[in-house]
C-alpha cells in the first residue's frame, strides 16, 4: 500500500486530447532523437542482446499472495539460460512500496529507454496496488537498467494522478519513441478508461512529466484496455501507438482498438480499428512499414458467448499522405482463423486462438513472422490444455504456407498436456543469441496448478523447431514457485 503521491509535474505531454497533439516543452526543443520508432528494446546492460523479462503477478512475496515478482534473463552467445537472471519485487532493495497481497507485481510489462543512457529499461505494472485510503488504485514502477543490467536501486514509482477505486492503473504498458524532440522513450500507461504518457527530462531518473486524458475512441464504442502495441505503420520514423481492448456498453465483449500516431507534434488520434484484446507490431511484408496484427480470442454475439475458436486480423501499414495522418495501418484488414486454408488444427468455441501475440523473423529471410498462442485449446479430451502456432510473412504478406504449431503432445516438446494448463497464454519471439532468427518463448501459466512454466524453442534456418526445447520456471531464478502464475506476462 502506497500513500497518495500527485503527480511531481503535470505538463505538455506528448499525449493527443480531442484530435490536437500537444507540443513538447520549449526545453527539448532541437534536442536529438533516435530512430528507433518500434518497441523491440530489450537490452539492459548495453550488451547488444536481447534480455528476457517475465512476470509472476500470482507469487507469494513474505508470505503475501499475489504480491508478484518478475525475472530478468539476460542474452549472449548462447541465448538466454538459468545462469543469468534475476528476481525483483517490491521488497527488493530500492524498490518503491512495500510487497502486499493482490498486487499483483509484474501482471503487465514494458521497455525502454526512458532516461536516454543507452540502457534498456524496465517498467513493471501493478493494477492491484492500494493507494491508500484507494483499493486497486494500482501503480507502476520503472527499474533502471545499467552496465551491470537491471537494479533495484533508485527505482522510480508512477501513479495515477488522482487514484480511483478499481482503476487498475498499470494494466497495460508499452514505451516507445513517439517524438523527435525528447531524446529517450516515452511511456505509455493505461488503467481501466484512462491514458497517462510520461517523459523523463535526458539523464534524469525523477519527477517524469506526465500528461492524462480518457482513452480516445468513437463514443459509444468505449473499450477497457488489455494490451498496447507500438510501431511505425506510416514510415515517417517515429512509433505509433494503438490501445487495445475490450467494449463495455450495450455491445460489450468486442474486441476494438484506437490508433494514434506518432508525429512531430505529438500523438493524434486516427481512428479505431476492429480487433483486440491481444495486439503486437512488425514488417511483415518486408516493405519498409510495420503491420499491425489484432487477436480476438473470444468474438461474443449479442447474448456474450463466444461465437468462435478465435480470430486474427492483419492491418498493413502504408505511407502517409500529410499532416492528417496518412493511411498507416488504414487498409481493411485480412482475417485468419483456424479454419483458413493452411492453417494447422481446425477453429472450436473456446480455443481462445489469438490470446498472445508476437511478431518477429524467425527464419533470418526479412519478413517477420507471427506467433499465436491458443491457451484454451483442446488437446484430445484435456480442456484448455492449450497450444501455439507460427505463421510466416512473406512479400505478399502474412501466408499459411510454411505453418507450424505445438502443444506438449508435439514431438520433442517437454511435458504432457494437462487440463487448464493453458500452454501459449504467452508467446513471445525473441532473439537473445542476435543470430537475426527469433526463437519461442511460450508460457503455460496454468501449469503445475498454477505455477506456471516456460517453455524455450530454438530457431534455425527452417525457424522455430521444438528439437531442443526445455522448460524454466520461476524456482530456477530464486523464485517462489506456488501459485506464481509465473509466464502470465512476458514482455513483447
Known amino acids: 500500500m502506497r500513500t497518495y503521491r500527485p503527480a511531481a509535474v503535470v505538463a505538455a505531454s506528448l499525449l493527443l486530447i480531442a484530435g490536437a497533439a500537444i507540443a513538447a516543452p520549449s526545453a527539448y526543443a532541437g534536442a536529438p532523437g533516435g530512430t528507433h520508432a518500434d518497441d523491440r528494446n ?3 546492460n548495453g550488451d547488444g542482446y536481447e534480455d528476457v523479462l517475465i512476470g509472476a503477478p500470482g507469487g507469494t512475496i513474505a508470505g503475501r499472495k499475489g504480491a508478484g515478482y518478475v525475472t530478468v534473463q539476460y542474452g549472449g552467445p548462447g541465448g538466454i539460460g538459468t545462469a543469468r537472471g534475476d528476481v525483483f519485487s517490491q521488497d527488493t532493495t530500492g524498490v518503491p512500496g ?4 493482490g498486487d499483483g507485481f509484474g501482471r503487465a510489462l514494458a521497455t525502454g529507454d526512458l532516461d536516454g543512457d543507452g540502457y534498456d529499461d524496465a517498467i513493471v505494472g501493478l493494477p492491484g496496488e492500494n493507494i491508500e485510503p484507494v483499493t486497486d488504485a494500482g501503480g507502476a514502477v520503472v527499474l533502471w537498467g ?6 533495484g536501486t533508485g527505482s522510480d514509482w508512477l501513479q495515477a494522478e488522482g ?3 478499481g482503476a487498475g492503473f498499470g494494466g497495460a504498458l508499452v514505451a516507445a519513441h513517439f517524438s523527435p524532440d525528447i531524446p529517450g522513450d516515452q511511456l505509455a500507461v493505461t488503467g481501466r478508461t484512462d491514458l497517462a504518457v510520461y517523459q523523463y527530462d535526458p539523464g534524469t531518473r525523477r519527477d517524469a512529466i506526465s500528461r492524462t486524458s480518457h482513452v480516445p475512441g468513437t463514443p459509444g464504442r468505449e473499450i477497457v484496455p488489455r494490451a498496447m502495441t507500438t510501431g511505425d505503420y506510416d514510415g515517417n520514423g517515429l512509433a505509433d501507438l494503438v490501445i487495445s481492448g475490450v467494449t463495455i456498453g450495450e455491445e460489450p465483449g468486442h474486441g476494438w482498438s484506437t490508433l494514434l ?5 505529438g500523438l493524434r488520434y486516427e481512428h479505431d480499428l476492429r480487433g483486440g484484446p491481444a495486439v503486437a507490431s512488425g514488417d511483415i511484408d518486408d516493405d519498409g512499414y510495420d503491420d499491425l496484427v489484432t487477436g480476438e480470442p473470444h468474438s461474443p454475439d449479442d447474448g456474450g458467448e463466444s461465437m468462435t475458436g478465435g480470430v486474427v486480423g492483419v492491418y498493413y501499414g502504408s505511407a502517409g499522405d500529410g499532416p492528417v495522418g496518412a493511411e498507416g495501418p488504414g487498409t481493411p484488414p485480412v482475417w485468419w482463423t483456424q479454419d483458413t486454408s493452411g492453417v494447422p488444427g481446425g477453429s472450436e468455441a473456446g480455443d481462445g486462438w489469438g490470446a498472445d501475440l508476437s511478431v518477429a523473423d524467425t527464419d533470418g529471410d526479412g519478413y517477420a513472422d507471427v506467433a499465436i498462442g491458443a491457451p484454451g485449446e483442446d488437446i484430445g479430451t484435456l480442456a484448455d490444455a492449450g497450444a501455439v502456432w507460427v505463421l510466416r510473412g512473406a512479400a505478399g504478406g502474412l501466408t499459411a504456407t510454411g505453418a507450424a504449431s505445438w502443444d506438449q503432445d508435439s514431438l520433442n516438446v517437454p511435458g504432457t498436456p494437462e487440463k487448464g494448463d493453458h500452454w501459449g497464454g504467452q508467446a513471445r519471439l525473441t532473439d537473445p543469441d542476435k543470430d537475426g532468427r527469433a526463437g ?4 503455460a501459466p496454468g501449469e503445475n496448478a498454477g505455477d506456471g512454466v516456460v517453455w524455450a524453442f530454438s530457431a534455425g534456418a527452417g525457424g522455430v523447431t521444438a528439437a531442443g526445447s526445455w522448460t524454466f520456471d520461476a524456482g530456477a531464478f530464486g523464485g517462489p514457485r ?6 502470465a506476462a512476458i514482455d513483447e
Request: hydrophobic share 45%; charged share 15%.
Open 42 to 44: 530489450t537490452d539492459f
Open 98 to 101: 512495500a510487497a502486499e497481497a
Open 146 to 151: 545499467s552496465a551491470d543490467g537491471l537494479s
Open 163 to 165: 487514484p480511483v477505486a
Open 261 to 265: 500516431f506518432g508525429e512531430v507534434q
Open 440 to 443: 519461442l518463448l511460450t508460457a
Open 482 to 487: 506456488t501459485g506464481a502464475g509465473y509466464g
